[in-house]
């Protein structure tokens, strides 16, 4: 499965400056594992472990990941995934 | 350890004898107020610098300060003129008022974003802000002084202090790339927080974590998918000043009564605070004890030393004056930025990685421009707060400041052994600030600026004259809030300099609305005050003095002609806002026209001196010093 990755202003340095990329795997977690292998060091931005970074929000086309699976989240073809890095409170 | 204290804000020991703080400087006053149409800047000017100890004696200015709006005098210094300024080409002085600033400066459009059009808060906010800002500037001209530095006249824009209170959305405007856009009354102002329960009760919940959000919503029955869009609107609620949330969420309280949805929420973790009215803030105990201070003062008992080192001062006042910062978000941030506008260097500790705010977009350069709005001005320094190592790391940095600032949750400081026992151990004339949340209220959810907002009667004060069941999502405490822990530090570091012993301050975005609202008083009788919709645009109008309506009422029937008789927002339709603001202010007629798209303050060549442009637009000091 191929999925778009809209990569946010700071991890585009990991991304060679591009906004969007692309991904293989059937769920959030294949899919950060394969963009790893593109783009190094993309993961350890995203997941720690078996989480999702606490400050770190990842949705696939609208839906947060976390009202879903988290990084089991299955996808598919043509889906989308965005990373928005976002702090609760002020 | 701490011997003498004045304020009653904090559980600090009994037998408070330590003087009023400042009670060895004077303020006078000019015989002839600036502001005619803003009678409540002085008066909370005034109120605070009581709150402060400051002398007020009758009589007013000397002859040869004719000039200045007020001076600060004490027996060491010389005195020190505060004079009050607006762009050249913009309004004048004599014309400002509440709304009209309201209107400038963009917090009616901020405001209007989830109150459903551009409007006042209904609170006398900028007379507030702006009264802690011209005192906070004046103090630190008396430290400067003090110092060996020559700060003789203070000048103050109120028009700058209005915009460095939406300087974080001013930046998220005109962000290079990624801008937001976010106009006034594009979001259902019904679908937002506050919620209400089936037997009438409004309330706000809170929490700063997804977990508990999803555990709650479950459990009144929304689905994840639902949840987790509200949560996306709900977390960057203070980021961008709206919360679109979905109806199923809104209707699902409804229909429960507040008190199963207390239980609910407690079961999940998710805070419950109800929106309260000011009379019943009026009643509780910790109001009552607090007698109006938004801060509390202590003393440690150490020995005097020779507080700073430093050469005199010669551009700004805290220039040689170290201030060491670790905050998250906006109120702490916000006092750290106003310091380092004041001329302190200001070290700011971050987490390993650095803080996570960083990322928030809009980004630019490699930082949220937001973000860099708050701290662009400071020295980073990474740190783990919680480390042996870390401890230690700041043990020196302290050793070597003046100021130690932090907002982290109650308690935390003891644990880290963080606080200012500790720290005035390691450096006696340290002055030791806390901007918190709660101050001394028996509240356990987190003071956040809307929880604090419901609490305290502002979120009930604005929703009445605003028509919304809440506040607003413009955080109004947390940027009142990071003012008000500003001048206590900034106060402390003048008792410091006439003592030579630290201080420890405490303030509160609670201590911050109960002073906003103490201030906040109702419109003189016969004002015509609105906003109104034109051929283009939106004009603010506020006619306090009944010549003012005389006169609008000739103009409006010399421009109706032997036209039909129309209603009064029907015949402002006649002209556009830039044309009814030259019309009016020409007769006298307080006027200006509603900042709706804060990128037109970027682009306005009138108010250019108050902004800076690099990535995003910035604003600059609204101080000058000479």
């Known amino acids: 499965m191929s999925v778009s990755v809209i990569v946010p202003t700071l991890l585009r340095p990991l991304t060679n400056g591009e906004k969007e990329v692309y991904a293989q795997g059937n769920s959030v977690a294949e899919a950060i594992d394969h963009l790893e292998t593109q783009f190094p060091g993309i993961k350890a931005r995203l997941v720690n472990g078996d989480q999702v970074h606490r400050f770190v929000n990842i949705y696939v086309n609208e839906d947060d990941i976390r009202f879903a699976d988290g990084l089991r989240t299955l996808v598919k073809a043509g889906d989308s995934l965005t990373v928005l890095p976002a702090v609760a409170g002020g | ?626």
């Not at chain 2, 290079?176 to 009438?200: I, K, Q, V």
């Not at chain 2, 230690?392 to 109650?410: G, K, T």
């Not at chain 2, 956040?448 to 979120?459: E, L």
């Not at chain 2, 919709?533 to 006619?543: E, K, P, V």
């Open chain 2, 1 to 626: 350890m701490l011997l003498k204290a004045w304020g009653t804000h904090n559980a600090l020991p009994a037998g408070f004898d330590m003087p009023p703080l400042l009670n060895q400087f004077s303020l006078l006053h000019a015989q002839t107020t600036p502001f005619p149409a803003w009678g409540a800047m002085h008066a909370s000017f005034a109120e605070q610098a009581h709150l402060l100890g400051i002398q007020q004696p009758g009589h007013s200015l000397p002859v040869g300060m004719d000039s200045a709006a007020f001076a600060l005098a004490h027996p060491a210094l010389s005195p020190i003129q505060g004079h009050y300024v607006s762009p050249a080409s913009w309004i004048p002085l004599a014309d400002f008022s509440e709304p009209l600033l309201q209107a400038a400066s963009g917090i009616m459009s901020v405001h209007g974003r989830a109150s459903g059009r551009a409007q006042p808060l209904g609170v006398g906010y900028l007379a507030t802000l702006t009264g802690a800002m011209a005192l906070q500037a004046t103090l630190a001209a008396a430290i400067g002084q003090l110092r060996g530095g020559t700060f003789q006249q203070v000048g103050v824009s109120p028009l700058g202090c209005g915009l460095l209170g939406i300087g974080q959305y001013l930046a998220g405007a005109t962000a290079r790339e990624e801008r937001e856009h976010f106009l006034p009354g594009r979001a259902n102002a019904c679908l937002r927080p506050p919620f209400r329960s089936a037997d009438g009760a409004v309330f706000e919940l809170e929490t700063l974590d997804s977990g508990p959000w999803r555990c709650f919503w479950e459990s009144v029955g929304i689905k994840p998918d639902v949840a987790g869009t509200a949560w996306r609107a709900f977390l960057l609620r203070y980021a961008r000043a709206m919360s679109p949330l979905p109806a199923e969420c809104i209707e699902a309280l409804a229909h429960l009564p507040y008190e199963r949805i207390q239980v609910l929420a407690e079961q999940a973790g998710v805070a419950v605070v109800p929106v309260r009215t000011v009379a019943q803030r009026r009643q509780d105990v910790d109001y009552q004890r607090g007698q109006g201070q938004p801060w509390a003062f202590s003393e440690p008992a150490f020995a005097p030393g020779r507080p700073w080192t430093a050469s005199a001062p010669t551009h700004l006042p805290l220039q040689g004056l170290r201030v060491i910062e670790s905050c998250r978000r906006i109120q702490g941030p916000l006092a750290g930025h106003l310091l380092a506008l004041l001329g302190a260097e200001v070290i700011r500790l971050e987490p390993p990685g650095g803080d996570p705010l960083r990322a928030m977009p809009p980004c630019a350069d490699g930082c949220s421009v937001r973000f860099d709005a708050l701290n662009h001005l400071k020295r980073i320094q990474e740190v783990d707060i919680k480390s042996p190592e870390g401890r230690q790391l700041i043990h020196e940095l302290v050793r070597e400041s003046d100021v130690f600032l932090h907002n982290w949750a109650p308690g935390k400081a003891q644990a880290l052994m963080l606080d200012a026992e500790h720290l005035h151990a390691v450096r006696p004339q340290l002055v030791y600030a806390y901007a918190g949340g709660w101050g001394s209220a028996p509240v356990t959810a987190p003071g956040t600026d809307f929880t604090v907002q419901a609490w305290s009667g502002v979120a009930d004060a604005i929703a009445t004259a605003s028509g919304t069941s809440g506040g607003s999502l413009f955080t109004v405490l947390d940027v009142l809030g990071g003012v008000l822990a500003t001048l206590g530090v900034t106060a402390a570091l003048l008792r410091r300099s006439l003592t030579g012993t630290g201080v420890h301050v405490e303030s509160s975005l609670l201590g911050a609305a109960d002073l906003l609202i103490r201030g906040n008083a109702p419109p003189p009788a016969g004002t015509l005050s609105g906003v109104y919709s034109t051929r283009s645009g939106l004009i603010a109008i506020d006619c306090q003095r009944p010549e003012q309506s005389r006169s609008l009422a000739t103009l409006l029937e010399q421009l109706a002609g032997a036209a039909c008789p129309a209603s009064l927002p029907e015949q402002f339709h006649a002209l556009a806002a830039a044309e009814w603001e030259v019309l009016l202010s020409a007769r006298g007629i307080g006027a200006c026209v509603v900042t709706e798209d804060l990128r037109d303050l970027a682009a306005d060549p009138r108010i250019a001196e108050c902004l800076g442009h690099r990535a995003y637009s910035f604003v600059k000091s609204p101080w000058s010093f000479s």
